[in-house]
């Protein structure tokens, strides 16, 4: 970042334009004084190189240059989230797609109060974090609803069943080898039914997750627009979006491990 903004430092155009009067003065005043241009070209360089250190260390330069950066790092993720809402769409019931419409409809009415109004650093904050969570949002979403249709699609009253019966041949089972069979079949069972029930356990939090981070998506709506600066609200706001990066990295690596039944 202070590379970028040494580079920035050197190409202002205030710089730039001083650097070509210096280099004018230094000509003329070589012409006149019969000097060799090159003296006045080094020192032109050198006052030029100077402006450029005091724009580098500049509070103002650098919180202007600060907030260039972070307004094409909101465009650039409000970009991430139409691309992550078109893939979601295709994953999301009737139910779970009307949420997650009202939740980018949300993020819509924050970045437009955010456009109205972009050297606010409150709203430039909020919507930030709103893109944020919103990314977060859609990641979990997606997964979520994989993993829910994987669960759904697991008959696992036909598994008790089953598990039910092996069990009680057990009782009965004179052969060994058969009793072994039959007991390597029942632990399987036990396992893939254990599994399911951590799966459906993570669904129901995650469920919860993804509500709690529509609500706060909603309430920072209010909050943009309200023009009242609690530190403590955007600390809370920055809990549950670390909270969400944490759950988007739980998703992933369950994910990677899926069961398959």
Known sequence: MKLKLFWNSIIYYKNLGM???FMGMGLAAAEFAHFPSSYAAISAVILYFGLVLKSFT?????????HKEKEKEIKKMNKMC????ADTKKYTNSAYYKKLSSLVKDKDDILK??????????????AEYTLNLTISYLNLL??????SKA???TNINSLMERLSQNTRKLNFADNPKVYEDIKRIVEMDEKIINRLKEEKNDLERIDVKLDYIKSTVSMMKHQINSSFDSQETMESIENILNEAVAFESVLYERNK????I
């Open 19 to 21: 650097l070509l009067v």
């Open 58 to 66: 500049d509070r103002e330069f650098q919180e202007n240059f600060l």
């Open 82 to 85: 139409l691309q992550l809402t």
């Open 113 to 126: 109060s955010y456009n109205k109004d972009k050297s606010n650093h409150i709203k430039e904050k909020i």
């Open 142 to 147: 997606k997964d979520f609803c994989i993993r």
């Open 151 to 153: 669960v759904d699609r």
């Open 257 to 260: 491990s899926k069961f398959r």
